[in-house]
């Protein structure tokens, strides 16, 4: 990483020499060498490539198993980690969160949002328990649980002239302005797929990374901004827009996931955790009381 002992030792705030001396006793302890010289920098040799990747390896399969032995000392002590898409956060926190912290008070929550690709990387590591996302289907390798999410909507003010429509056409939308959002987010994906499967290109006049912004650039008069009731129902000002239901058949099957990596060995407290998203989630689908 510095290309030298020196600049390494000065890192690491030791002695240049005391790194040069373990090395050599490794070299020879293992009969390689590990480091050669490229100019004025040392590189790892073949060897050193190997010994530092299964040192990484080695050193996070450590960190999980000291906070899985913490976790079962304490049993209602340590962590729970989640992800969770932007949308749904404030329904998660006031609907699964607060229950949970009844149950485990001396857990510490760490609530999470971010794009998919991360939350998929963090999952596949280790260093996130579960997450919430929306999309039309999880990725493989990862336990999957699928959840009806209800109906994509335009989010106009009273005075848009869609705002008096019952349901609204994706051909009706291509002569608006529309509002778009990063093409992480699983929403966006829907709104691609929908208007491709129409012969239609979206082409946002603006596009945002917060449905906080999407709402504020709608009220406006900006654009039409698009998400969920139960979204829309999160955001302050909600109540000085419309929610239009999409006339499309993607829009009236959009899902939730559920994600968990199945080599991810889960606490009991995050064991928990799983099971009452699960369960909020089911009720939301099915139309039931939180």
């Not at 450590?62 to 749904?88: A, I, K, P, Y």
């Not at 956060?89 to 929550?109: G, K, L, T």
């Not at 709608?218 to 109540?239: E, K, N």
């Amino acid at each position: 990483m510095h290309g030298g002992i020196r600049r390494a030792a000065d890192a690491l705030g030791v002695n240049a020499s005391a790194i040069s001396r373990q090395l050599a006793q490794l070299e020879r302890a293992l009969q390689l060498p590990l480091l050669e010289r490229r100019g004025r920098n040392v590189v790892l040799t073949d060897a050193g490539k190997l010994l530092a990747e299964d040192y990484a390896l080695t050193s996070q399969r450590r960190r999980q198993l000291e906070r899985q032995l913490q976790d079962m000392r304490h049993m209602r002590g340590g962590s729970v980690t989640l992800r969770v898409g932007q949308g749904m956060a404030d329904e998660v926190i006031r609907h699964v969160i607060a229950e949970f912290s009844q149950a485990y008070p001396a857990v510490f929550v760490n609530i999470q949002s971010g794009d998919m690709q991360t939350t998929l990387t963090l999952l596949a590591k280790g260093e996130v328990d579960m997450a919430v996302s929306f999309g039309p289907s999880g990725p493989p390798g990862l336990r999957c649980n699928s959840f009806r999410r209800g109906p994509i909507c335009a989010v106009v003010p009273p005075s848009h002239p869609l705002a008096a429509l019952d349901k609204v056409t994706l051909s009706q939308l291509a002569e608006h302005r529309l509002i778009g959002m990063d093409e992480q987010f699983g929403l966006q994906r829907y709104l691609n797929a929908m208007f491709r499967s129409e012969g239609l290109i979206f082409t946002p006049a603006c596009s945002c990374n917060l449905f906080t912004s999407a709402v504020s650039l709608a009220l406006a008069g900006q654009g039409v901004a698009f998400m969920t009731p139960q979204t829309l129902r999160s955001i302050h000002d909600c109540d000085r827009l419309v929610a239009i239901p999409l006339d499309h058949r993607i829009a009236r099957e959009s899902q939730c996931q559920l994600l968990h990596s199945a080599d991810h060995r889960m606490t009991p407290a995050a064991h928990y955790l799983w099971r009452l998203l699960n369960s909020y989630f089911a009720r939301s689908a099915n139309g039931l009381p939180a």
